[in-house]
T-cell receptor, first 113, second 114 residues
């Protein structure tokens, strides 16, 4: 599986935007970029995913570099409930009975009131 | 709708014992995956089952086994427990074939081996 590299931790202020970076220089043409997050004492939850184009949903935005070797998860207004470990994952195949998630250590986001 | 449920929530065992963990997927989901998460690390893939067949296995010893039942629920069994098996065991369900194939995780079972 292709690898991702994320900073260990980031801090943000409440109600400010947060940009969480991820490097994936060995990404293949069929790898989808997925983001999951894990709140304290909970299982991971899906945030967003994309292949080539930038993506938006109610939780976040995903900005993908043109060469696809990096991406950025954007939380538009951080809240205290967004404090979590965020995982950037490359998934191939993107779906199907053989697809699995390969987690790294993730980035721990702290949000200051 | 109920999410993924796991039982028990916590479990304490001693070295050498055997343990069975249970998972009920979201209604309509046919795939179940198991992950192990040790403290400070991301979850590590153990097994994936789809339509009662093993479709993937991570780098875990044969002491780890699993099965999926006709109602798509699943059990993870670990034999001859070691101290290093202490971890949060996560179950995730999904519906392969959908474009997103999002995996939905349960809250996990916290296993402590003494």
């Amino acid at each position: 599986d292709a690898k991702t590299t994320q900073p260990n931790s980031m801090e943000s202020n409440e109600e400010e935007p947060v940009h969480l970076p991820c490097n994936h220089s060995t990404i293949s043409g069929t790898d989808y970029i997925h983001w999951y997050r894990q709140l304290p004492s909970q299982g991971p939850e899906y945030v967003i995913h994309g292949l080539t184009s930038n993506v938006n949903n109610r939780m976040a935005s995903l900005a993908i570099a043109e060469d696809r070797k990096s991406s950025t998860l954007i939380l538009h207004r951080a809240t205290l409930r967004d404090a979590a470990v965020y995982y950037c994952i490359l998934r191939d195949p993107p779906t199907g009975a053989n697809s699995k998630l390969t987690f790294g250590k993730g980035i721990t986001l702290s949000v200051r009131p | 709708d109920a999410g993924v449920t796991q039982s028990p929530t916590h479990l304490i065992k001693t070295r050498g014992q055997q343990v069975t963990l249970r998972c009920s997927p979201i209604s309509g989901h046919k795939s179940v995956s198991w992950y192990q998460q040790v403290l400070g690390q991301g979850p590590q893939f153990i097994f994936q089952y789809y339509e009662k067949e093993e479709r993937g296995r991570g780098n875990f010893p044969d002491r780890f086994s699993a099965r999926q039942f006709p109602n798509y629920s699943s059990e993870l069994n670990v034999n001859a427990l070691l101290l290093g098996d202490s971890a949060l065991y996560l179950c995730a369900s999904s519906f392969p074939g959908l474009a997103t194939d999002t995996q939905y995780f349960g809250p996990g079972t916290r296993l402590t081996v003494l």
